[in-house]
């Protein structure tokens, strides 16, 4: 099983942008899902996440900005991020809790770049 992120890329402070993880390989199910996010000399922390209900929870920073989606017939988790800020500048990682050979992996993704700058 993998987990492939895209979307990152250059944004002025202000713009948005919408992060995509696709997961693909042998999946029976996949249970919560999460982005994750690692700015420079930082720790990497959970940015937002998403229950197989719908249930969702954010950061304090990215509450109001970002939203999480997931697309379970695509296998694919998403990230909208509004009213982007330098600091939300980072390496952004999908993680999943996934279902595979009747064995629960939790899995990352490789990381997208997100810069925030002018």
């Known amino acids: 099983v993998q987990l492939q992120a895209f979307g990152g890329g250059l944004v002025q402070p202000g713009g948005f942008l919408t992060l995509s993880c696709l997961l693909s390989g042998d999946i029976s199910n996949i249970n919560v899902m999460s982005w994750y996010r690692q700015a420079p000399g930082k720790q990497r922390e959970q940015v937002a996440v998403i229950t197989t209900g719908g249930i969702t929870n954010y950061a304090e920073s990215a509450k109001g900005r970002f939203t999480i989606s997931r697309d379970d017939a695509m296998n694919t988790v998403y990230l909208q991020m509004n009213s982007l800020e330098p600091d939300d500048t980072a390496v952004y990682y999908c993680?999943?809790?996934?279902?595979?050979?009747?064995?629960?992996?939790?899995?990352w993704g490789q990381g997208t770049l997100v810069t925030v700058s002018s």
């Open positions: 993680n999943a809790d996934v279902l595979s050979d009747y064995k629960w992996y939790n899995l």
